[in-house]
């Protein structure tokens, strides 16, 4: 085996297999070579115009490897590492016969793309994936230069066809999560599937779990920096949403921002977070309970600030309870249905004059407006939507054990919550488990 041939396996083997990733010998009379690059960060109207169709037309390997070196990209690689590191940084290596010339043909799909919405953050990037999914994989590739990197293409649903791709570093993930993975993608039949949810619904196994099991997210760097931590990403064509299994709970709990502050000052932002989880959870059933089960744990001048600010209310305190957390889910359902230029100045007037005008007419007490505004701000808290979906629901069992028990039914309910947390898996992965999964 010659030098090329021994510098071409060294590459292969480092590079692939990968779905990206292109190995492609050209033939003419006069001449042979290969070309290989990684199809994703590679532009290809480059590639055809500038390689290509010139071998075509030279009629020895002398004049195209000047006329490749006459380009300000073009070079020989000073060792295989340098060639494998172009190759990953959008370069095209063109094999001859007894040495390689890397050839610049990079490209940056950045122009169309937005900033996030949904994950925004203070510092760090702002740039969010895309509903194509070729742009995507080309924002991976370009921010995570590991050469372990796999990416895996296939198809599914019956009739929209598709297109999902598996990315993970093959040298840090779990083969026995990835094996398990792709025999459940493999057993998925259905028409259609055009959201990564619905993904995410169909590779859990109980079909009524309130609490995700996979991080969705729309930030390419929370999703790098996952991959580098042997989790796997899902990429679904058409969707700027990806999906990062496994997950647990913490994740959750966890913005991109805390790496981009200071240690402190992520360590603050993520107690604040777990303050607001117990505020949003436990607020509302602990008024139930307290008011009406157990207002002995009150001091006294606030148990009788409570009574005085309830003499007018004429029904129970869980159905002032359970009336605003339903008028405030209402407020937060239209302030996303509502158009973008209306809905936020609908919903905040609307929230004024509604808890005013309920206050005046002694249908609440004060200290209810104070508790669901404080639960409605804990719930914005939470750095990924569908943890927050779910912690919106989780009180209203508790309320209703506070109802029937009062303190006794809340502390119930909050180990119940607990259990049932400690026994689910993602992928195998305790939920509970804390920090960051590694292998």
């Not at 390997?61 to 690689?77: A, K, M, Q, T, W």
């Not at 402190?264 to 977070?273: A, P």
Request: proline share 4%; hydrophobic share 45%.
């Amino acid at each position: 085996m010659d030098l090329t041939s021994q510098n071409k396996q060294w590459l292969l083997d480092k590079l692939g297999p990968s779905d990206d990733l292109e190995h492609r010998t050209m033939k003419s009379p006069h001449m042979s070579l290969e070309l290989l690059f990684i199809t994703n960060i590679c532009d290809s109207v480059v590639i055809r115009e500038e390689i290509i169709q010139p071998f075509f037309q030279m009629h020895n390997e002398i004049d195209f490897e000047n006329y490749l070196l006459s380009f300000p990209g073009c070079d020989r690689p000073a060792s295989n590492v340098d060639s494998l590191n172009k190759i990953m940084s959008g370069f095209v290596a063109i094999l001859f016969q007894d040495h390689i010339l890397l050839f610049q043909a990079a490209q940056i799909k950045a122009a169309a793309l937005s900033d996030a919405q949904v994950e925004a953050t203070i510092q760090g990037p702002q740039t969010a994936f895309s509903e194509h999914i070729d742009t995507n994989l080309n924002l991976i590739r370009f921010r995570y230069k590991n050469s372990s990197l796999r990416v895996e293409s296939r198809e599914i649903g019956r009739l929209s066809r598709s297109k999902l791709c598996l990315l993970y570093d093959d040298m840090n993930v779990d083969h026995e999560v990835l094996d398990q993975l792709k025999k459940k993608l493999d057993h998925i039949k259905v028409d259609n599937l055009q959201s990564v949810t619905e993904l995410h619904q169909l590779l859990t196994k109980q079909k009524y779990t309130l609490f995700p099991t996979f991080i969705n997210t729309e930030r390419p760097d929370r999703a790098i920096l996952n991959i580098s931590q042997g989790k796997i990403i899902i990429m679904l064509e058409g969707t700027p949403f990806v999906l990062i299994l496994p997950a647990v709970f913490f994740d959750f709990y966890s913005a991109m921002d805390d790496n981009y502050q200071l240690s402190l000052v992520g360590y603050f932002l993520q107690c604040l977070r777990y303050v607001a989880l117990f505020l949003s959870l436990v607020l509302p059933a602990a008024y139930v309970a307290l008011t009406a089960y157990n207002p002995e744990i009150f001091r006294v001048q606030l148990a009788l600030s409570i009574a005085g600010s309830r003499a007018s209310v004429p029904y129970p305190a869980y159905v002032e309870v359970l009336l605003m957390l339903g008028l405030m889910e209402l407020l937060l359902e239209a302030s996303i249905r509502l158009p973008k230029s209306v809905g936020s100045t609908a919903t905040t007037v609307g929230g004024l004059i509604l808890g005013q005008a309920a206050t005046s007419a002694g249908l609440i007490s004060n200290i209810m407006i104070i508790i669901v505004s404080t639960v409605a701000i804990s719930n914005f808290v939470v750095p990924v939507n569908s943890m927050s979906f779910a912690m919106r629901i989780m009180k209203y069992p508790l309320v209703l054990l506070a109802s029937m028990l009062g303190i006794t039914g809340l502390v119930l309910g909050l180990i119940g919550m607990i259990s049932y947390l400690t026994n689910l898996r993602s992928f195998g992965v305790p939920y509970l488990r804390i920090f960051f999964y590694r292998k």
